[in-house]
Structures are given as structure tokens and as C-alpha cells.
């Protein structure tokens, strides 16, 4: 089993299989690690997504939408279902998008 952790923006991420993250720290902080190992996941395993140019454009503009000062939960989870989509069959990808879902849905 391959675990990466990595300190990012004061909180602290954990990567594990499958592309599963692991945050810990204040919800913006988790937001931002997150982006940032959606990123790592999609360069890694570019050539095997179905739609790279979908994926990297909804992710572009969701760590747009994430560091505007009220970010829109709803329009980051859409940006997101776009990822998945875009993923294809590539797991890792979709796990990642999952786990920012997850972090978006406890944004105030």
C-alpha cells in the first residue's frame, strides 16, 4: 500500500490507495489540499482518462471557484459530477472528486 502525507496550507493531507484522501484542518485548508491532490491524481493517470480535456477544464475552474472569497457549493459540486464524468473508468480520479464532494458539503 502506497500512503503519501503531505502538509499543505497548515492542514494535512493523506493519500492512499485508490486515491483516497484523508484531511485534517479547517474546511478551507481541506478544500485546498484536496484541489491540489485532484491535480497530482489527474497528471498521473492523464492518459487513461476518458475526457482529459473535460477533466482539467472542471478542475481549472473548480480551484477557481474554491479560492473566490464565497465560493459556490453548488457550482463546485457541478464542476465536480464533470470530473467524474470525464474520469471514465479511472477510479483514483473519481474517489479524489468524491472526497472534495464531501469537504464542498460542509462549507458554510
Excluded: C, W
Excluded at 493523506?14 to 484541489?35: E, F, K, R, S
Excluded at 463546485?76 to 464531501?102: F, K, N, P, Y
Amino acid at each position: 500500500m502506497n500512503v503519501e502525507i503531505k502538509h499543505i496550507s497548515g492542514g494535512t493531507q493523506v493519500i492512499g490507495p485508490n486515491g483516497t484522501v484523508h484531511q485534517y484542518g479547517t474546511p478551507a485548508d481541506q478544500l485546498t489540499a484536496a484541489i491540489a491532490a485532484l491535480f497530482e491524481v489527474v497528471n498521473r493517470n492523464r492518459a487513461e482518462l476518458a475526457e482529459p480535456e473535460r477533466v482539467k477544464a472542471a478542475a481549472l475552474a473548480l480551484r477557481a471557484e474554491a479560492g473566490e472569497p464565497r465560493p459556490r457549493k453548488d457550482r463546485m459540486l457541478a464542476l465536480l459530477r464533470d470530473v467524474s464524468v470525464g474520469a471514465g473508468q479511472v477510479g483514483a480520479v473519481a474517489g479524489a472528486a468524491r472526497g472534495i464532494a464531501e469537504i464542498v458539503q460542509t462549507l458554510s
